[in-house]
C-alpha cells in the first residue's frame, strides 16, 4: 500500500536549491527582457521622463541597504512565508496577518498582470507572422494551465528551465545595449544617469515601475526551506540578485532612452502606436533586422512565462504557510511528499487568476482600440503597478519588524545591520511608496483623478486592514492558531527549528 501523496513536512531531500538556483528564480522574476521591453517602455511612455535609469540606480541603493536587515533576520527566521513570517515575528502577529494579506494581493497582482503582456505578445507575434488576430485571452488560458502543472511540481526543475531562458534574456538585451550606444537616435549622453532628469514631475510613476522591475528579489526567503543551507544561501542570494537587477537595468535602460532619444521621451514625441514593446522591437528591426526581431519576441515570450512561474511560486508558498499555521483552510499547508511543492496552494492562485483574466476579458467587450491594447493598457499596467504599490508597503513594514525583532535580542548581529539600515531602509522606502501614491493618476495614464484611481490601491489597502482585526479576534477566540502566526507549526514554537512539522495527510 503506498505511502501519502501530500503532507505538511518537508525533509532534507526536498533541500536542493543553492546561491545561484536561488538567484536565477529571483532575477527570472524581475524577467530581464520584461523589463526592458515591457516595463521600461511603457514607463518611459507614460511619464514622460528621461531620468529613469538613475531611477534604477537609486533603488538598487535603496534595495541594498533594506537587504542588509533582511539578511541579518533570515539568519534566524527560516519560513516559507518571509515578508509576513518577519513582520509576525518582528512587528508583531496582527500586523503579520495583516502584511500576509498584503503580499498575497500584491504578488497575485504581479503574476496577473504579466499575464496581460503575456497574451498580448503572442497574439502580436501570430498576427504578424500568420495574419491571425487571435484574442490574446486565449494563449493567457493556455499558459495559466502550464504554469500551474508546473507549479505542483519539484521547485528545482522550475529552477532549472528558468536558468536556461534567463541566461537566454541576458544575452539578447547585452546584444540590444550594443547596438543602442553604437548608434543612438540623438549621440551617446550620461544625462539620464543624472538626479535631475529623475526628479521632475512623474518621479513616483518612475519609481513604481521600478520597483515592480525589482519585485522577486525579495523571494529569496520564500525558498528558505527549499535551499541546501537557508543561513548562507538566502543573504548571498538576496544581494547577489540585487547587484545584478541594478546594474544590468540602469545600463539597459540607458541604451534604450539612447535607441528612443531623450528628446523624443521628454518632449512627447512616443505615439499610441510606438507606446510599449514596440519602442524596444521598432529599434531591433532597424537596426539588427526581421531575424533578431523574431528572436527576441520568442525570448520576451518566454522571459514573461519565466516570471510567471517565479510569482506563481511566490503566490503558492507564501499561501502554504497560511494555511500550515491555520490562518487559512488547513489543506492549502499542504504538500506534495514526493516534490515538497505546496501544490494546494498552488492550486488556488491558478484558479485566482483564471477568475481575474475572465474578468478583465469581459472588460475588453467596450474597449476602443484607438486608446491601444486592452491587455497591456489595464490589465498589465494596472496590476503590475498595483503589485509594486503594495511590495514597497511590504518593506517598510519588514524594516520596522527587523528593528524590533532585534531590540527583544540583538544576538550577534552589529548595530548597522539591526538599526541603521532598517531606520534608513524604512524612512526611504516610505519616501517612495508616498510618492507612488502621490502619482497613482500618473501610472493609469489619467489626466485627472476617477473613482479608479482610489479604488485600486483600496484593493490591497481594505483587506489588509480586515485581516489585522481578523488576526485580533483570532488572539481571543482561537489562542492555539493565534501562536502559531509567522512561527511555522506546533512544534517549530518549541523546537525553533526550521522545520515544517511532522503530520502527514493523504488524498
Avoid at 68 to 86: E, H, L, P
Avoid at 238 to 255: D, M, Q
Wanted: proline share 5%; net charge neutral.
Amino acid at each position: 500500500m503506498s505511502g501519502p501523496t501530500t503532507s505538511t513536512t518537508r525533509t532534507q531531500e526536498h533541500r536542493r536549491l543553492g546561491v545561484f538556483a536561488v538567484a536565477f528564480l529571483i532575477v527570472a522574476a524581475s524577467a530581464p527582457l520584461t523589463v526592458i521591453a515591457g516595463g521600461v517602455t511603457s514607463s518611459f511612455a507614460v511619464t514622460g521622463v528621461a531620468g529613469i535609469p538613475f531611477g534604477y540606480v537609486l533603488l538598487a541603493v535603496v534595495l541594498g541597504v533594506f537587504a542588509i536587515g533582511y539578511a541579518a533576520m533570515s539568519r534566524f527566521v527560516t519560513n516559507a512565508g518571509a515578508f509576513y513570517s518577519y513582520i509576525a515575528q518582528g512587528a508583531g502577529r496582527p500586523l503579520g496577518v495583516g502584511s500576509s494579506v498584503l503580499a498575497l494581493i500584491a504578488y497575485n497582482a504581479m503574476q496577473i498582470g504579466i499575464y496581460g503582456m503575456f497574451g498580448f505578445q503572442i497574439s502580436s507575434f501570430l498576427e504578424s507572422k500568420t495574419g491571425w488576430a487571435s484574442p490574446w485571452w486565449l494563449w493567457v488560458a493556455i499558459c495559466i494551465v502550464i504554469v500551474g502543472i508546473m507549479g505542483v511540481n519539484r521547485v528545482d526543475l522550475s529552477a532549472k528551465v528558468l536558468g536556461v531562458l534567463v541566461a537566454a534574456e541576458f544575452v539578447v538585451v547585452i546584444v540590444f545595449d550594443v547596438i543602442a550606444f553604437a548608434q543612438p537616435a540623438e549621440g551617446v549622453t550620461a544625462a539620464p544617469l543624472t538626479p535631475a532628469t529623475l526628479f521632475v514631475p512623474g518621479v513616483g510613476a518612475v519609481l513604481a515601475f521600478g520597483i515592480a522591475a525589482f519585485m522577486g528579489f525579495e523571494s529569496a526567503a520564500i525558498y528558505g526551506e527549499e535551499s541546501k543551507d537557508p543561513k548562507r544561501t538566502i543573504p548571498r542570494a538576496t544581494f547577489l540578485a540585487v547587484c545584478v537587477i541594478g546594474v544590468f537595468y540602469a545600463i539597459s535602460s540607458w541604451a534604450l532612452s539612447l535607441a528612443i532619444g531623450p528628446d523624443k521621451i521628454t518632449g512627447g514625441g512616443i505615439t499610441a502606436e510606438e507606446a510599449g514593446p514596440p519602442l524596444f522591437f521598432n529599434f531591433v528591426a532597424e537596426h539588427l533586422g526581421v531575424l533578431w526581431v523574431d528572436i527576441m519576441s520568442i525570448l520576451f515570450i518566454t522571459s514573461l512565462f519565466a516570471s510567471l512561474v517565479s510569482f506563481h511560486n511566490a503566490v503558492a508558498r507564501y499561501a502554504f504557510s497560511l494555511g500550515r499555521e491555520g490562518v487559512l483552510p488547513a489543506v492549502i499547508g499542504t504538500v506534495r511528499v514526493r516534490s515538497g511543492a505546496p501544490w494546494a496552494g498552488s492550486i488556488m492562485q491558478t484558479v485566482i487568476a483564471a477568475i481575474v483574466v475572465i474578468g478583465f476579458a469581459i472588460g475588453e467587450l467596450g474597449w476602443d482600440p484607438a486608446n491601444g491594447p486592452f491587455a497591456v493598457l489595464t490589465l498589465f499596467t494596472w496590476l503590475t503597478n498595483l503589485g509594486a504599490f503594495g511590495l514597497v508597503l511590504l518593506m517598510v513594514l519588514v524594516s520596522i519588524a527587523v528593528i524590533g525583532y532585534f531590540l527583544r535580542d540583538p544576538r550577534d548581529v552589529g548595530v548597522v545591520s539591526r538599526m541603521v539600515a532598517p531606520i534608513i531602509a524604512a524612512l526611504s522606502l516610505s519616501i517612495v511608496w508616498i510618492l507612488i501614491l502621490m502619482n497613482w493618476d500618473v501610472l493609469l495614464g489619467q489626466v485627472e483623478s476617477t473613482p479608479t484611481t482610489f479604488i485600486l490601491p483600496a484593493v490591497l489597502l481594505v483587506p489588509s486592514i480586515a485581516a489585522v482585526f481578523w488576526a485580533l479576534w483570532l488572539r481571543r477566540a482561537r489562542p492555539q492558531i493565534y501562536r502559531q502566526i509567522g512561527h511555522g507549526t506546533d512544534e517549530d514554537i518549541v523546537s525553533d527549528a526550521p522545520h515544517l512539522g511532522s503530520h502527514s495527510v493523504g488524498v
